[in-house]
């Protein structure tokens, strides 16, 4: 899923191509792509591991979190979709 202006009307809606994407923008949006695929790699692989990275090197969870609080969440929600997570090394 991506979000990109549009326009909309009568025969559907369309997408507008806006080129690149600003340096400075694109600055503030690279850390988090970077958790968004160590988050991802981690379900891929079904690494908890990486999952727990991922959780951890977000900054607005470790502005208002500890370490072993975001652990404990983590495992958690482990515990939670026991059911799709049981077999994760």
């Not at 806006?18 to 891929?44: D, F």
């Not at 991922?54 to 652990?71: C, E």
């Amino acid at each position: 899923m991506v979000e990109v202006p549009c326009v909309a009307g009568r025969n559907g809606i369309f997408p507008c191509r806006m080129g690149r994407i600003p340096t400075q923008l694109a600055a503030v949006m690279s850390p988090y792509i970077h958790l968004h695929e160590l988050a991802v790699n981690g379900v891929m692989r079904k690494d908890r591991r990486m999952v727990h990275q991922a959780v951890q090197a977000d900054p607005l969870t470790g502005a208002i979190l500890t370490l072993p609080k975001i652990r404990q969440i983590v495992d958690e929600l482990f515990e939670e979709n026991a059911d799709y997570t049981r077999d994760w090394r």
